[in-house]
Nanobody, 125 residues
Framework: QVQLVESGGGLLQAGGSLTPSCAAS????????MGWLRQSPGKDCKFVAR????????HYVDSVKGRFTISRDNAKIMVYLQMKSLKPENTAVYYC??????????????????WGQGTQVTVSS
């Protein structure tokens, strides 16, 4: 049974930093590309960042480039999303997800077969 478990969300002020993490189990982790997506209240789930299976290639939505960094540790079976200079508009539930290499457009949420339960990030102004 595949499980993705996020942790490390929280409430913080604008300008702060946070690094949610995602622990994976039940899958051959090193063969999956991993992504972070987020859902704000009343909006669809949107792509945030993706890292390839080997950890050598990353992609980001334009609005977070230079502030967010996705990383993975294949030995620990973990994925991280380092977030800096957070803004109120970054408030959302952040989901970790696993992509078996569906080769759709990078930002397409349909790439992902498995999803975590999400972790809430709330940024106050």
């Amino acid at each position: 049974q595949v499980q993705l478990v996020e942790s490390g969300g929280g409430l913080l002020q604008a300008g702060g930093s946070l690094t949610p993490s995602c622990a994976a189990s039940g899958l051959t982790f090193s063969t999956y590309h991993m992504g972070w997506l987020r859902q704000s209240p009343g909006k669809d789930c949107k792509f945030v960042a993706r890292i390839d299976s080997s950890g050598t290639a990353t992609h980001y939505v334009d609005s977070v480039k230079g502030r967010f960094t996705i990383s993975r540790d294949n030995a620990k079976i973990m994925v991280y999303l380092q977030m800096k200079s957070l803004k109120p508009e970054n408030t959302a539930v952040y989901y970790c997800a696993a992509d078996p290499n569906r080769r759709l457009r990078i930002s397409d949420a349909r790439n992902y077969d498995y999803w975590g339960q999400g972790t809430q990030v709330t940024v106050s102004s």
